[in-house]
């Protein structure tokens, strides 16, 4: 069985940083991506990062491009998202997901396919 924990919300000021881990298990596949999700109070899911096992690639939504940095420490099947220069609009419920299909960005949005997805961990910044 797959299973997704997400850790690392809070509370953080604009401009601070967070860091979020995704500690996966059960994953059987040689090739996967982890992606880091975000759902805002009345918005819609947004894509926020993914990486692949498969070569380390990593792809980032527009939103959060050169401010946030997902990384993966193999040793410990677990994903992390450095957030860094936290806006008040990326406050959200954080979620972690993984999938074997697919993880791009398109027009600056990111999408991926997700087969198991975690809980979330709540993120909130004040201005």
């Known amino acids: 069985e797959v299973q997704l924990q997400a850790s690392g919300g809070g509370l953080a000021q604009t401009g601070e940083s967070l860091r979020l881990s995704c500690a996966a298990s059960g994953i059987t596949s040689d090739e996967y991506t982890i992606g880091w999700f975000r759902q805002a109070p009345g918005k819609e899911r947004e894509g926020v990062s993914c990486i692949s096992s498969a070569d380390g690639s990593t792809y980032y939504a527009d939103s959060v491009k050169g401010r946030f940095t997902i990384s993966a420490d193999n040793a410990k099947n677990t994903v992390y998202l450095q957030m860094n220069s936290l806006k008040p609009e990326d406050a959200a419920e954080y979620y972690c997901?993984?999938?074997?299909?697919?993880?791009?960005?398109?027009?600056?949005?990111?999408?991926?396919?997700?087969?198991?997805w975690g809980k979330g961990t709540l993120v909130t910044v004040s201005s």
């Open positions: 997901a993984a999938g074997v299909d697919f993880c791009t960005v398109i027009a600056g949005k990111l999408f991926a396919g997700m087969n198991y």
